[in-house]
């Protein structure tokens, strides 16, 4: 499922930034995150090893992710195996692998089908402890939450879910100090990373405050449309009322916690300041399916492959229509393409805004001759993801030279009416000097050519 189209996509603005930076030397990636994106600076070097040994191709960049969604699923399976049954082991991961949600991160070069994973097994760590608890396997379980903490922060909201799963379950409560030393431990360990990103959390002002439209969105999300989400409400209410037990958590214990807590606490922290996104709680999504599982294994006779194929059936549709290009976020390779065919050596290149610069960083090779008319110091020098431009006037100056007879402009695709000066810049000596001679759109991103 996860290499079902993985080559095929182009890379989205988030991607094209993971390239970006993973191509990077590692003394310059930890540049960057002294300034900005300290969250996602261990997804970042880990990448940095991907290239180094598999390359920078869109395929190379999401292998990370497919391995990743590949091992949430068995991961999943291993849970439904301890604490219910075989059977439910195994729906639960066919149905995880079958979740358009998880398929859709599996093909992005980003960190969040990681922290899927990291999720999934810290959990199965935590059904170890309340089984045969030990120091060794408290101290993997507070490497894991670690580790958890400095691949993606927002992460560890599951300890809040696995804290009720100790309240609520009476045979587990003499857990409760051990666990605690080690969660203290872990996020003492991971406070460094937690301050830093403090500092730098206006990277997310481009979130707004969430409401209830944005909970019933990632409900269907996690399911899918509508006919599935009401099959597998069905199944999860079953498993809610009737699952039992194999060892000393149960399914509702585990479960419910786990997909209700992290998204609630979000949307309620999200509210004073926004911090909330539906990827940010994908860790969640695996307890859908095993709850889920945990129901439709209360059938008798393996009749539960019934709702599974239609299941399938009805996502089919989704899953086919997320692997077509044309419904990607953006299409970055689309725009690479057409300056590869129609720039000419020695072709000036403004961006509007900088950060849409990751275009020609994702993709290089397209913009071979061309000259970054703006740039003063590059995106790996300043440390941040657009680099750094030289003045409004300096800007104009450049424009204005002899040697400028033809220049690209590539923004998003749609213009915010308060520009910056140094945008105002690039587009006012624009309109005055030089005539639009050509405009080409792809998703996601606009290209216009001017003559002198």
């Given at each position: 499922m996860?290499l079902w189209?993985?080559?095929?996509?182009?890379?989205?603005?988030?991607e094209?930034i993971t390239?970006?930076?993973?191509r990077?030397?590692?003394p310059d990636i930890l540049?960057c995150?002294?300034?900005?994106?300290a969250?996602?600076?261990v997804y970042?070097?880990?990448?940095?090893?991907?290239?180094q040994?598999?390359?920078?191709?869109?395929f190379?960049?999401?292998?990370p992710?497919?391995a990743a969604f590949?091992?949430?699923?068995?991961?999943v399976?291993v849970?439904?195996?301890?604490?219910v049954?075989?059977s439910?082991?195994?729906?639960?991961?066919i149905l995880?692998?079958?979740?358009?949600?998880a398929?859709h991160?599996a093909?992005e070069?980003r960190?969040?089908?990681?922290?899927a994973?990291?999720?999934v097994w810290l959990?199965v760590?935590?059904?170890?402890?309340?089984e045969?608890?030990?120091?060794r396997?408290?101290?993997a379980?507070?490497?894991g939450?670690a580790?958890?903490?400095?691949?993606?922060l927002?992460?560890?909201l599951?300890?809040p879910?696995?804290?009720?799963?100790?309240l609520l379950t009476?045979?587990?409560?003499?857990m409760?100090r051990?666990?605690?030393?080690?969660v203290?431990?872990a996020v003492?360990a991971?406070?460094?990373?937690i301050?830093?990103?403090?500092?730098?959390?206006?990277?997310?002002?481009w979130?707004?405050?969430?409401?209830?439209?944005?909970?019933l969105?990632?409900a269907?999300a996690?399911t899918g449309?509508?006919t599935v989400?009401d099959?597998l409400g069905?199944?999860?209410?079953?498993?809610l009322?009737?699952?039992?037990?194999r060892?000393?958590?149960?399914p509702?214990?585990l479960a419910?916690p786990w997909?209700l807590?992290?998204?609630?606490l979000?949307?309620?922290a999200?509210?004073?300041?926004?911090?909330y996104t539906g990827?940010?709680v994908i860790?969640s999504?695996p307890?859908?399916?095993?709850l889920?599982a945990?129901?439709?294994?209360r059938?008798?006779?393996?009749?539960w492959i019934a709702?599974?194929?239609?299941?399938a059936?009805?996502?089919?549709?989704?899953?086919v229509?997320?692997?077509r290009p044309?419904n990607?976020?953006?299409d970055?390779?689309?725009?690479?393409?057409i300056?590869?065919r129609e720039?000419?050596?020695?072709?000036a290149?403004?961006?509007?805004?900088a950060?849409?610069?990751s275009?020609?960083?994702?993709y290089?090779d397209?913009?071979?001759?061309?000259?970054?008319?703006a740039?003063?110091?590059?995106p790996?020098?300043?440390g941040?993801f657009?680099?750094?431009?030289?003045s409004?006037s300096?800007?104009?100056?450049r424009?204005n030279?002899?040697?400028t007879?033809?220049?690209?402009?590539?923004?998003?695709?749609?213009?915010s009416?308060?520009?910056a000066?140094?945008?105002r810049?690039?587009v006012d000596?624009?309109?005055?000097?030089?005539?639009?001679?050509g405009?080409w759109?792809?998703?996601?991103?606009t290209?216009?050519?001017?003559q002198r």
């Amino acid at each position: 499922m996860g290499l079902w189209g993985a080559g095929r996509l182009p890379l989205w603005r988030d991607e094209a930034i993971t390239s970006e930076i993973a191509r990077r030397s590692t003394p310059d990636i930890l540049w960057c995150a002294r300034h900005i994106d300290a969250v996602h600076a261990v997804y970042y070097l880990f990448m940095h090893g991907v290239v180094q040994l598999f390359g920078a191709s869109e395929f190379a960049l999401r292998l990370p992710s497919i391995a990743a969604f590949a091992a949430t699923a068995a991961g999943v399976t291993v849970l439904g195996r301890r604490i219910v049954s075989g059977s439910a082991g195994f729906v639960a991961g066919i149905l995880y692998a079958g979740a358009p949600f998880a398929s859709h991160y599996a093909h992005e070069a980003r960190s969040y089908s990681l922290v899927a994973a990291l999720t999934v097994w810290l959990t199965v760590l935590f059904v170890d402890l309340a089984e045969r608890g030990s120091r060794r396997r408290y101290a993997a379980y507070g490497a894991g939450i670690a580790l958890l903490g400095l691949v993606h922060l927002f992460a560890l909201l599951i300890l809040p879910a696995h804290l009720a799963t100790l309240l609520l379950t009476r045979r587990t409560r003499t857990m409760l100090r051990p666990w605690s030393a080690a969660v203290a431990s872990a996020v003492a360990a991971v406070s460094p990373l937690i301050a830093l990103a403090v500092t730098q959390r206006n990277a997310l002002d481009w979130l707004t405050r969430p409401g209830w439209r944005d909970a019933l969105y990632l409900a269907e999300a996690f399911t899918g449309p509508r006919t599935v989400m009401d099959l597998l409400g069905a199944a999860m209410a079953v498993g809610l009322v009737t699952a039992r037990r194999r060892g000393p958590i149960g399914p509702q214990a585990l479960a419910v916690p786990w997909l209700l807590l992290p998204a609630t606490l979000l949307l309620l922290a999200s509210q004073f300041h926004p911090f909330y996104t539906g990827r940010y709680v994908i860790g969640s999504l695996p307890a859908v399916s095993l709850l889920a599982a945990a129901g439709l294994a209360r059938l008798p006779y393996r009749t539960w492959i019934a709702p599974i194929v239609a299941m399938a059936v009805l996502l089919e549709p989704l899953q086919v229509a997320q692997r077509r290009p044309e419904n990607w976020w953006d299409d970055l390779r689309g725009a690479a393409a057409i300056v590869r065919r129609e720039a000419r050596p020695g072709d000036a290149i403004l961006f509007l805004t900088a950060d849409r610069r990751s275009i020609a960083e994702a993709y290089p090779d397209a913009f071979r001759g061309t000259r970054d008319i703006a740039l003063r110091r590059t995106p790996a020098q300043a440390g941040n993801f657009g680099g750094t431009e030289f003045s409004p006037s300096e800007i104009g100056r450049r424009l204005n030279g002899a040697a400028t007879t033809r220049v690209w402009l590539l923004e998003g695709p749609w213009r915010s009416p308060s520009l910056a000066p140094r945008d105002r810049a690039k587009v006012d000596v624009l309109q005055r000097h030089f005539r639009q001679a050509g405009v080409w759109r792809v998703r996601g991103i606009t290209l216009s050519l001017f003559q002198r």
